[in-house]
């Protein structure tokens, strides 16, 4: 057994039943790190026999294997990595899925060149010289992975410049550069958000994406609507999908009124309820998608929902007697003054949705002002620079 100190690589394998995979990659990623000083950290979310197999590996392998049992899939694979990232027992850390489908014979080619200290991560492509994807399951995945890395780089053009595969899950970091707190890991993407928020200093090393050695893959259509929203919200800040949202409850509420009026129903009842019916969609829509990082440490469900309920009823009954005075004093004429509320009204409801409804529940010893701007900044500017 080698040392359980000074420990130079943490290789960090986040698990989700992978229980007839385990015993092949420990015994492939000992061969491969012979000489070097590793250590495998198992970050495991599985409903199998996972631990148990990884507790009995551990007791006869030839490095240390630890392995970290997690009661919650908090933020699924992207979250299992960074609690990988903070347990390792070394800066240098390397992440790799518990599959096989990345060879751990590449180990020591990736730290090879990290170990030349000249960048932050190391990143294994299957889109550069030499690396292939012949693992992915069909053409369908072969395509979505194609046009998602694509659209992904052409949506950072600069912080991805010398990246040919930011979706790899199969990279060696200094975890030093890796802001953990700010970080909201959704879903499978986490080296796309590692490499989105800050500009790092990346290298590529070309690697063959393996078929499974065993069991299913957990990729699926929801891992795919995720990666969008994390896209977006990566791209454009939180006040996009906001909109997004809003934008859609308008279509939807329309629609709502069109069918209730046909249907014979009187036009300010059919408003009421269309109305009503949306700031509820809204409500569940964002609170899955726009705000749920944030959830954990405001207030109950209940009181962000009558917060946001009050607000937008409040927002509705103010804004037309505002429009009133803008056309009756004004001279406006309706549709702008419409469309002018409706603006501010945006804004406002973004504010305070962010602000308040979904407001940490201390806010410590920071000045109010101070941190109501820090609290605006942060929601609404995007992470990253074009
Ligand atoms: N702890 C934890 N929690 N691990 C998870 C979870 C989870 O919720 N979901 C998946 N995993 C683990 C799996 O057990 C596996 O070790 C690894 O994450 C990758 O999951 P797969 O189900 O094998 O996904 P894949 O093969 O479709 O995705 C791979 O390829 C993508 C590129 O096409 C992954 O390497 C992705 O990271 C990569 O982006
Ligand atoms: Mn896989």
Same mark, same amino acid.
């Given at each position: 057994?080698?040392?359980?100190?000074?420990?130079?690589?943490?290789?960090?394998?986040?698990?989700?039943?992978?229980?007839?995979?385990?015993?092949?990659?420990?015994?492939?990623?000992?061969? *491969?790190?012979?000489?070097? /000083?590793?250590?495998?950290?198992?970050?495991?979310?599985?409903?199998?026999?996972?631990?148990?197999?990884?507790?009995?590996? *551990?007791?006869?392998?030839?490095?240390?294997?630890?392995?970290?049992?997690?009661?919650?899939?908090?933020?699924? %694979?992207?979250?299992? +990595?960074?609690?990988?990232?903070? *347990?390792?027992?070394?800066?240098?850390?390397?992440?790799?899925?518990?599959?096989?489908?990345?060879?751990?014979?590449?180990?020591?080619? %990736?730290?090879?060149?990290?170990?030349?200290?000249?960048?932050?991560?190391?990143?294994?492509?299957?889109? +550069?010289?030499?690396?292939?994807?012949?693992?992915?399951?069909?053409?369908?995945?072969?395509?979505?992975?194609?046009?998602?890395?694509?659209?992904?780089?052409?949506?950072?053009?600069?912080?991805?410049?010398?990246?040919?595969?930011?979706?790899?899950?199969?990279?060696?970091?200094?975890?030093?550069?890796? /802001?953990?707190?700010?970080?909201?890991?959704?879903?499978?993407?986490?080296?796309?958000?590692?490499?989105?928020?800050?500009?790092?200093?990346? $290298?590529? +090393?070309? #690697?063959?994406?393996?078929?499974?050695?065993?069991?299913?893959?957990?990729?699926?259509?929801?891992?795919?609507?995720?990666?969008?929203?994390?896209?977006? *919200?990566?791209?454009?800040?939180?006040?996009?999908?906001?909109?997004?949202?809003?934008?859609?409850?308008?279509?939807?509420?329309?629609?709502?009124?069109?069918?209730?009026?046909?249907?014979?129903? /009187?036009?300010?009842?059919?408003?009421?309820?269309?109305?009503?019916?949306?700031?509820?969609?809204?409500?569940?829509?964002?609170?899955?998608?726009?705000?749920? /990082?944030?959830?954990?440490?405001?207030?109950?469900?209940?009181?962000?929902? $009558?917060?946001?309920?009050? #607000?937008?009823?409040?927002?509705?009954?103010?804004?037309?007697?505002?429009?009133?005075?803008?056309?009756?004093?004004?001279?406006?004429?309706?549709?702008?003054? $419409?469309?002018?509320? %409706?603006?501010?009204? #945006? +804004?406002?409801?973004?504010?305070?949705?962010?602000?308040?409804?979904?407001?940490?529940?201390?806010?410590?010893?920071?000045?109010?002002?101070?941190?109501?701007?820090?609290?605006?900044?942060?929601?609404?500017?995007?992470?990253?620079?074009?």
């Amino acid at each position: 057994m080698r040392r359980w100190f000074a420990v130079q690589l943490s290789i960090i394998v986040p698990t989700y039943n992978e229980a007839p995979n385990v015993g092949e990659l420990v015994r492939r990623v000992a061969a *491969a790190t012979e000489g070097i /000083d590793a250590e495998i950290v198992f970050v495991d979310d599985s409903s199998d026999a996972t631990p148990d197999e990884v507790v009995r590996v *551990a007791a006869s392998a030839p490095l240390p294997v630890r392995l970290i049992h997690r009661a919650r899939r908090r933020g699924g %694979l992207g979250g299992a +990595v960074l609690e990988g990232l903070e *347990a390792a027992e070394a800066d240098a850390c390397l992440v790799m899925d518990g599959d096989l489908q990345h060879p751990p014979e590449e180990i020591p080619a %990736l730290w090879q060149r990290f170990r030349r200290g000249d960048v932050d991560v190391v990143v294994a492509s299957r889109y +550069v010289g030499g690396g292939t994807s012949g693992g992915l399951a069909d053409r369908t995945r072969v395509l979505v992975s194609k046009a998602s890395t694509g659209l992904t780089r052409a949506m950072f053009p600069i912080r991805l410049k010398d990246v040919s595969d930011p979706m790899t899950g199969f990279f060696l970091i200094d975890r030093r550069t890796v /802001d953990t707190e700010t970080l909201t890991p959704r879903g499978f993407k986490i080296l796309l958000e590692i490499l989105a928020r800050r500009s790092l200093r990346v $290298a590529e +090393v070309p #690697f063959d994406f393996a078929t499974r050695h065993a069991g299913e893959s957990k990729a699926s259509v929801r891992q795919g609507v995720h990666f969008l929203t994390q896209l977006t *919200a990566l791209r454009f800040g939180k006040m996009s999908l906001f909109a997004v949202i809003g934008g859609l409850g308008a279509l939807v509420n329309l629609a709502i009124m069109w069918g209730l009026t046909h249907a014979g129903v /009187d036009y300010l009842v059919a408003a009421i309820i269309a109305a009503e019916t949306t700031i509820i969609g809204n409500f569940l829509l964002q609170e899955r998608f726009v705000f749920q /990082d944030m959830t954990g440490a405001a207030s109950g469900v209940w009181s962000r929902f $009558a917060k946001s309920f009050a #607000f937008n009823n409040a927002e509705a009954l103010i804004r037309i007697p505002i429009i009133a005075l803008m056309v009756e004093t004004w001279h406006f004429s309706a549709v702008v003054a $419409a469309a002018i509320t %409706l603006v501010f009204a #945006f +804004v406002l409801r973004f504010v305070f949705h962010s602000l308040v409804v979904y407001a940490p529940q201390r806010v410590g010893e920071v000045s109010p002002a101070r941190h109501f701007l820090d609290e605006l900044d942060a929601q609404a500017m995007s992470p990253g620079e074009l």
